[in-house]
């Protein structure tokens, strides 16, 4: 029978070598870990910001687009030569509607649109100021008709009543419901007031004062009056065919006043005051 081998205990130096080891592989382990953790995170960044296959255009695919970009410009480029430069859409017309008693050709050849001007580059506000201080124009628009086509709408002035400037005077003149002079006619028109007044404008509040009450007065009424006067706004006065006067005050109230004159006109009388209809009079 052998003897029993005795097992030889680890020294305490043993312990602390292995201990020591054991710390360096971990370190090493550690130290490998982290290196590969880098780069496997380095790798999902460049696959994350890499294009995929399926993603990435080709090169058919960016031509066109090229392709498209450029004719986009180009189309943009003809457009805005075609409306701005070109007579392509230049004036070719010019209508005029709404004259009656002043001729078109007169309205076009002040209007004096450009011919082949672009529409676009027309200035209308221009060939509105134009007309509009032609003597018998009222009022005008002036619009676009495209393609070649410029349209001058105007209205007239109508007469409601005229002036003699007596002898040495240069004429019978036309006035308008605003005061204006507008025309000279050869000969006092049949059928218009005329107005007695030492001035006749339009910047005239007496002038005003009158022409709107005839303005506004029942045309029954207006096709009676013969004349028409005043000293200030509000003292306008008439004389009608049969010779009686008529004193209308302001052009307010208009209805009340016609109502009332129309009910003192059945008495004698000559002159008949309604410029206040609550309280009118008649004198002989």
Do not use: C
């Amino acid at each position: 029978m052998s003897p029993t081998r005795e097992r030889r205990r680890p020294s305490e130096k043993d312990e602390r070598d292995r201990a020591a080891l054991a710390r360096e592989r971990r370190g090493r382990r550690s130290e490998e870990e982290r290196r590969r953790t880098r780069a496997d995170t380095a790798r999902s960044r460049a696959r994350a910001t890499r294009p995929s296959p399926r993603n990435r255009p080709n090169r058919a695919v960016e031509i066109r687009r090229r392709w498209v970009a450029l004719l986009t410009v180009l189309t943009v480029v003809a457009l805005v030569y075609l409306l701005f430069f070109s007579s392509m859409f230049g004036v070719k017309d010019v209508s005029v509607s709404g004259s009656r008693t002043v001729p078109a050709d007169q309205i076009r050849t002040v209007a004096a649109v450009p011919a082949d001007q672009p529409l676009l580059r027309l200035g209308t506000d221009e060939i509105r100021d134009r007309v509009a201080a032609m003597p018998g124009i009222a009022t005008v628009e002036v619009s676009r008709s495209w393609p070649n086509t410029v349209e001058i709408t105007v209205t007239e002035r109508t007469a409601i009543a005229f002036f003699d400037s007596g002898p040495g005077g240069d004429g019978v003149h036309l006035v308008d419901g605003g005061g204006v002079v507008f025309k000279t006619v050869p000969a006092r028109p049949a059928g218009l007031p005329e107005l007695r007044l030492p001035k006749v404008s339009a910047d005239d509040p007496v002038t005003r004062a009158v022409t709107a009450v005839l303005g506004v007065i029942p045309e029954q009424l207006l096709k009676q009056v013969t004349t028409a006067t005043a000293k200030t706004p509000a003292s306008v006065e008439f004389t009608l065919s049969s010779g009686k006067i008529v004193r209308w005050g302001t052009a307010e109230q208009t209805d009340r006043k016609a109502k009332v004159l129309a009910a003192l006109l059945t008495q004698d009388g000559k002159i008949y005051d309604v410029a206040a209809p609550e309280l009118p009079t008649i004198t002989s």
